[in-house]
């Protein structure tokens, strides 16, 4: 499964991104495409 639009450069992840790549991979998905963000 591919995750379309995540948001793994929210400062808010910063501290659980193993955890939250962890959880996705476990949940099938395999790829992930970063939307970009700014101000």
């Known amino acids: 499964m591919v995750d ?3 948001h793994l450069t929210d400062p ?3 501290d659980q991104l ?3 790549l962890s959880r996705a991979a476990s949940a ?3 790829r992930m495409i970063t939307i ?3 101000p």
């Open 18 to 20: 193993d955890a939250v």
């Open 12 to 14: 808010r992840l910063h």
């Open 36 to 38: 970009g963000t700014s």
């Open 28 to 30: 099938g998905v395999s």
């Open 4 to 6: 379309s639009h995540c």
